[in-house]
């Protein structure tokens, strides 16, 4: 049987969602009907690709661009992991200076990244060139989406990469 003390204590404790009680003799005992909230979910890793364009004939990251990096960054601090980055360009010039102009917005690109956190040493670039249009177009078309540098990540990355430039050869 509960004292006098103890049932004043638990009507007390009606008026709140969750209380602890002691009984007398040292027991605690919780009542209500409110449990702990969830933890919060884990965060899914984001594979990508996130995607960072170029103006014609240019390496220079873009203020547009730079809020896509800072994505890529946020993603990585939630999700550590390969990055991989693959740079490409229009059909508007010679295939050899295409190349070349790729692999500068992939090396600009690594180099934002590295700046803002991420270890050179889980990056990775690939420079494809005009060879993996986003939008085919004939030879000498200057096209917007094709003057890209793809971002992705995960443990295969640096697979896609080494794919990636097989390919593109």
Do not use: K
């Not at 103890?6 to 919780?30: C, E, H, K, M």
């Not at 594979?47 to 990096?69: C, H, K, S, T």
């Not at 640096?158 to 990636?164: F, I, L």
């Amino acid at each position: 049987m509960l004292s006098l003390a103890a049932l004043l204590l638990i009507q007390a404790s009606l008026a709140v969602d969750q209380a602890t009680l002691l009984i007398p003799g040292g027991i605690r005992s919780t009542v209500g009907g409110a449990q702990s909230p969830a933890p919060p979910p884990i965060p899914a890793c984001l594979a990508g690709p996130f995607m960072v364009y170029f103006d014609w004939a240019n390496d220079e990251i873009r203020a547009q661009a730079q809020a896509v990096l800072d994505r890529v960054v946020s993603a990585y601090q939630v999700c550590p992991q390969a990055v991989m980055m693959a740079g490409h360009a229009d059909r508007s010039g010679p295939a050899q200076y295409n190349v070349g102009l790729s692999e500068r917005r992939a090396a600009n690109v690594r180099a934002y990244l590295a700046r803002r956190g991420i270890p050179d040493g889980v990056m990775t670039i690939v420079a494809l060139g005009e060879s993996r249009p986003q939008i085919d177009t004939a030879d000498g078309v200057r096209d917007p989406l094709n003057r890209r540098v793809e971002i992705t990540f995960g443990p295969a990355s640096g697979e896609m990469a080494q794919r990636a430039a097989s390919a593109g050869r």
